[in-house]
C-alpha cells in the first residue's frame, strides 16, 4: 500500500515547518536556553532513528526491488549499480556538505560572539539544499515502495528537521544576519524538500523503475547525515554524559517499536 499524495504533501509541509520552526527557537530566550539543553538528546534520538531505518529497512528494500523476478544466479550483480548508488548519496552528500561548504555541522550552535563572513554562512545553507533535496525525495520514493518504509522516512527525516533548523539559524545570526534572513533561509531549506517530494512522486508515478535508483542514493544521504553528520555532533557535544550516547539506542528502540506497529496495523 502506497502513501497517498496528499499525505506525502502533509509529510513535506510538516518537516519545511519543522525546519523554520528550529530556527525561530532562537529567538525566545527562555524556550532558547531550555531547547539548547535538549539538543543533543534530540540529535542523538534521530541518529539512533535514522541509523535503524537505513541498515534495517532501507538497504532490505533495495536489495528486494533489484532481485525481484531475476534469478539467484544473476540477482548477485545486479547488486551492483545500487550499492554504487548508496555510496554516491554518501559521497555527494559528503561533497555539499563539507567540500563545498568545510566549515558546516549539523546541530552545532555557533554563537554569536565568534562571526562568521555572510558568505559562508549562505554557502553552508547552499550546500544543505542539496541534502535537504534528498531528503524530500527518500520520503517520497520510501512512500511508493511500501506505506510503512514511507511513514518510518518521514519520522526519521522530520527528527532532525528542527537542530536542522536551529543550526541555519544560528549560523545566519553568527554572520550578523537577524529574524527575517533565519526565516528565509529555514524556509528556502524547507520549502526545498518539500520539492524533493513532490519532483519524485511526479517522476515515480510515471516511471516505475525510478525508485529502485532513488531510493539507494536517496538511502546514503540519510546513512550520510546520522552517522557523519548527527554522531559526531552527539560525541562532541555529549562530553562524558553517558545519557546523550543512550539516546541514540532509545532512537534506535523506538524504530523497532514503531516498526513493530506499523507493520502489525497494516499486516506486515
Do not use: C
Amino acid at each position: 500500500m502506497e502513501i497517498p499524495l496528499y499525505q506525502l504533501i502533509l509529510f513535506g509541509i510538516a518537516v519545511a515547518l519543522a525546519n523554520v520552526l528550529g530556527g525561530l527557537i532562537l529567538f525566545p530566550t527562555g524556550i532558547q536556553k531550555y531547547y539548547k539543553r535538549l539538543l543533543k538528546y534530540l540529535l542523538a534520538l534521530g541518529a539512533g532513528f535514522m541509523l535503524a531505518v537505513s541498515f534495517v529497512e532501507v538497504l532490505p528494500k533495495t536489495i528486494g526491488l533489484w532481485q525481484n523476478g531475476r534469478t539467484p544466479d544473476i540477482a548477485g550483480d545486479y547488486l551492483y549499480v545500487p550499492m554504487v548508488l548508496f555510496l554516491g548519496g554518501y559521497l555527494l552528500t559528503q561533497f555539499f556538505e563539507h567540500t563545498i561548504a568545510p566549515h558546516f555541522h549539523l546541530g552545532e550552535e555557533v554563537h554569536t560572539d565568534h562571526l562568521i563572513a555572510p558568505s559562508s554562512a549562505y554557502t553552508a545553507i547552499g550546500g544543505l539544499l542539496i541534502h535537504a533535496f534528498f531528503d524530500g525525495v527518500s520520503i517520497s520514493a520510501a512512500s511508493q515502495v511500501d506505506f510503512s518504509l514511507g511513514v518510518l522516512m518521514f519520522i526519521a527525516v522530520f527528527l532532525h528537521k528542527f537542530p536542522e533548523g536551529f543550526t541555519i539559524g544560528s549560523m545566519m545570526l553568527a554572520a550578523g544576519k537577524h529574524r527575517r534572513e533565519v526565516l528565509i533561509s529555514t524556509a528556502v531549506v524547507g520549502l526545498t524538500t518539500l520539492v524533493g517530494v513532490l519532483g519524485f512522486y511526479a517522476i515515480g508515478s510515471n516511471l516505475d523503475s525510478a525508485v529502485a535508483y532513488a531510493l539507494p542514493l536517496a538511502g546514503g544521504v540519510t546513512l550520510y547525515v546520522a552517522a557523519s553528520d548527527l554522531i559526531p555532533e552527539v560525541n562532541h557535544h555529549g562530553g562524558k554524559n553517558p545519557l546523550v550516547s543512550l539516546s541514540v539506542f532509545a532512537g534506535v528502540a523506538l524504530f523497532f517499536a514503531l516498526h513493530f506497529l506499523l507493520h502489525e496495523a497494516v499486516g506486515g
